[in-house]
């Protein structure tokens, strides 16, 4: 599988706030069998894309995704804009224009450019070490929460009003709703 170029980035993460003239966008893609043309011809309406490193449309082989690039952040501001905000960017027009009723936009960063942490320790999960851990687009940020961070979080799991239960014949924690 080809490695890929960018993730998508958190937005408390290094380099994850504010917009980018890079989109992850999900709902399309190689393994849904979309028009790489259709796709361009939707995303060229917002502004200019980027074809000096190679494709502009990045359709990264056996995903539901795709990667975007525009020569300036104000188009993928657009872009992302019209397909959240929009109410005739409903599910009749994109299967009409890019043959998916839905797409769901995220800013996108290079790999390349999360300098805050060394690259030896960014690492993808879907690396060898990580496999049982895969999930595309995801990376392990080592020490990302801090000793105290995390052992308020354990306090919280394990303490004694935990909220745990034991009568579904395993220890489950209930957060917004019980499932019965």
């Excluded at 595309?136 to 000793?147: A, K, M, Q, R, T």
Aim: charged share 25%.
């Amino acid at each position: 599988m080809k490695d890929e170029r960018f993730c998508k980035p958190r937005l408390n993460a290094p380099g994850g706030a504010g917009s980018t003239r890079f989109l992850y966008v999900a709902g399309v893609g190689a393994a849904i069998g979309s028009d790489i043309e259709k796709l361009k011809s939707f995303f060229e309406s917002f502004g200019e894309l980027d074809y000096s490193t190679g494709e502009a449309v990045d359709m990264v082989q056996d995903r539901r995704y795709v990667y975007i690039i525009y020569k300036d952040a104000s188009s993928a501001e657009k872009a992302v804009h019209f397909i959240t905000k929009d109410t005739s960017c409903d599910a009749a027009f994109l299967l009409e224009k890019v043959g998916a009723s839905k797409l769901i936009p995220n800013y996108a960063i290079e790999k390349s450019s999360i300098n805050t942490v060394a690259p030896a320790e960014v690492e993808c999960t879907s690396s060898p070490r990580n496999i049982a851990l895969h999930v595309p687009g995801c990376y392990i940020l080592p020490n990302f929460v801090s000793e105290e961070e995390e052992q308020m979080l354990l306090s919280e799991l394990a303490g004694p009003e935990a909220p745990w239960r034991e009568n579904l014949s395993r220890r489950v924690q209930v957060s917004l709703y019980l499932i019965l």
